[in-house]
């Protein structure tokens, strides 16, 4: 019986070791040349440069202007950005070059259920993110304040009040008990929306405040705030 025991506490031990061993090679076994091709803006590339810089993996953020842009644009896979240079092959779709990296750098979660669960909840960050766009599209002031007020009442709190339940119920991570991908987009709208809102716009969600000061917090991202361009904080309308 207390053989067994030990022998179970034993394999426990070594299974643990090896998983965060593992994830530390991941992290840092990189040989890669990567270059992201994207806007002086965080928009649909800043989750991309937050997992480079949380995994501490040297990349080039080309940051291109606007008068470059028509050349670009034709030399890209699908005529818009961001894409990725992977040791010089191009990649589209951010969503799609995010969860590559994550899946690399050990940020999926624990098992195929977490990779799941983070799939979903970048995915509905989308859809809270498109509503959040509709104002800043709109040309015509008028509309676009009736627009402000409806996702303000609605979309706004209807979404940040079941993101805040659940990352209340897994003690402060969006998906289980460690950091994810899903994470670093949270922290990245978050901050928008603190941006367009002000700063006490997360006042009513202490857990996805908390969740955003944390991966803020990260030494990796932590740094690679102090040095981002200042133009990247979405403007306010
Ligand atoms: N589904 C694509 C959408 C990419 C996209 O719409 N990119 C915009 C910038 S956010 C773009 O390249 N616009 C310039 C253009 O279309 O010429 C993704 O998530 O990567």
Same mark, same amino acid.
């Given at each position: 019986?207390?053989?067994?025991?030990?022998? =179970?506490?034993?394999?426990?031990?070594?299974?643990?070791?090896?998983?965060?061993?593992?994830?530390?090679?991941?992290?840092?076994?990189?040989?890669?040349?990567?270059?992201?091709?994207?806007?002086?803006?965080?928009?649909?590339?800043?989750?991309?440069?937050?997992?480079?810089?949380?995994?501490?993996?040297?990349?080039?953020?080309?940051?291109?202007?606007?008068?470059? *842009?028509?050349?670009?644009?034709? =030399?890209?896979?699908?005529?818009?950005?961001?894409?990725?240079?992977?040791?010089?092959?191009?990649?589209?779709?951010?969503?799609?070059?995010?969860?590559?990296?994550?899946? !690399?750098?050990?940020?999926?979660?624990?098992?195929? *259920?977490?990779?799941?669960?983070?799939?979903?909840?970048?995915?509905?960050?989308?859809?809270?993110?498109?509503?959040?766009?509709? &104002?800043?599209?709109?040309?015509?002031? &008028?509309?676009?304040?009736? &627009?402000?007020?409806?996702?303000?009442?609605?979309?706004?709190?209807?979404?940040l009040s079941?993101f805040e339940k659940?990352v209340q119920?897994?003690?402060?991570?969006?998906?289980?008990?460690?950091?994810? *991908?899903?994470?670093?987009?949270?922290?990245?709208?978050?901050?928008?929306?603190?941006?367009?809102?002000?700063?006490?716009?997360?006042?009513?969600y202490?857990s996805l405040?908390?969740?955003?000061? !944390?991966?803020?917090?990260?030494?990796?991202?932590?740094?690679?705030?102090?040095?981002?361009?200042?133009?990247?904080?979405?403007?306010?309308?």
């Amino acid at each position: 019986m207390y053989l067994h025991v030990l022998l =179970s506490a034993l394999s426990f031990f070594a299974v643990s070791f090896i998983s965060n061993h593992n994830r530390s090679l991941r992290m840092t076994d990189d040989n890669h040349q990567y270059k992201l091709l994207y806007f002086d803006l965080p928009g649909k590339a800043e989750h991309i440069r937050y997992i480079f810089a949380y995994a501490g993996v040297e990349y080039e953020d080309e940051r291109i202007q606007k008068d470059k *842009w028509p050349e670009i644009k034709k =030399s890209t896979p699908y005529g818009k950005v961001p894409v990725l240079e992977i040791d010089g092959q191009q990649v589209a779709q951010s969503n799609a070059i995010a969860r590559y990296l994550a899946r !690399k750098f050990g940020l999926v979660g624990q098992t195929e *259920w977490e990779a799941l669960q983070c799939d979903v909840l970048v995915d509905t960050l989308g859809d809270l993110q498109a509503a959040v766009m509709q &104002i800043m599209k709109e040309p015509d002031p &008028i509309k676009r304040e009736e &627009i402000r007020a409806r996702v303000t009442k609605e979309e706004l709190p209807f979404y940040l009040s079941k993101f805040e339940k659940i990352v209340q119920e897994n003690g402060g991570f969006s998906v289980g008990s460690d950091i994810t *991908w899903s994470d670093l987009v949270f922290a990245v709208l978050l901050d928008q929306f603190e941006s367009m809102y002000g700063k006490t716009a997360l006042n009513g969600y202490p857990s996805l405040k908390g969740l955003k000061d !944390k991966v803020h917090n990260i030494p990796g991202i932590k740094s690679y705030l102090e040095k981002r361009p200042p133009k990247s904080p979405m403007p306010r309308h």
